[in-house]
Nanobody, 113 residues
Framework: VELVESGGGSVQPGGSLRLSCAAS????????MSWFRQAPGKERMPVAS????????DYADSVKGRFAISRDNAKNTMYLLMNSLQSEDTAVYFC???????WGQGTQVTVSS
């Protein structure tokens, strides 16, 4: 069972990034999935989650209207589109399969001018 994030990087405030989470070793399409993030010196916090079918999603208040979570079950991949990025979004972003208790290794997102 493995989750591998990609797509992180450095971006200026107001910019956009799209993170990907490639899943393997389990039937991805039947599991609820989530994105978390951990800023320096802070706890890991939920950002967004999506149901197995992708029909329903939830977001942290701090990212509502700016981030969009999605998934492609045919590709065993989940995405996080991040728009209007702010310095407060700087963190390591993690992919998580809650039911399985599995985490990815994380991908760094840095928002700075």
């Amino acid at each position: 069972v493995e989750l591998v994030e990609s797509g992180g990087g450095s971006v200026q405030p107001g910019g956009s990034l799209r993170l990907s989470c490639a899943a393997s070793g389990f039937p991805f399409g039947i599991y609820h999935m989530s994105w978390f993030r951990q800023a320096p010196g802070k706890e890991r916090m939920p950002v967004a989650s999506i149901t197995a079918t992708g029909v329903s999603a939830d977001y942290a208040d701090s990212v509502k209207g700016r981030f969009a979570i999605s998934r492609d079950n045919a590709k065993n991949t989940m995405y996080l589109l991040m728009n209007s990025l702010q310095s407060e979004d700087t963190a390591v972003y993690f992919c998580h399969a809650p039911t399985l208790g599995v985490w990815g290794q994380g991908t760094q997102v840095t928002v700075s001018s």
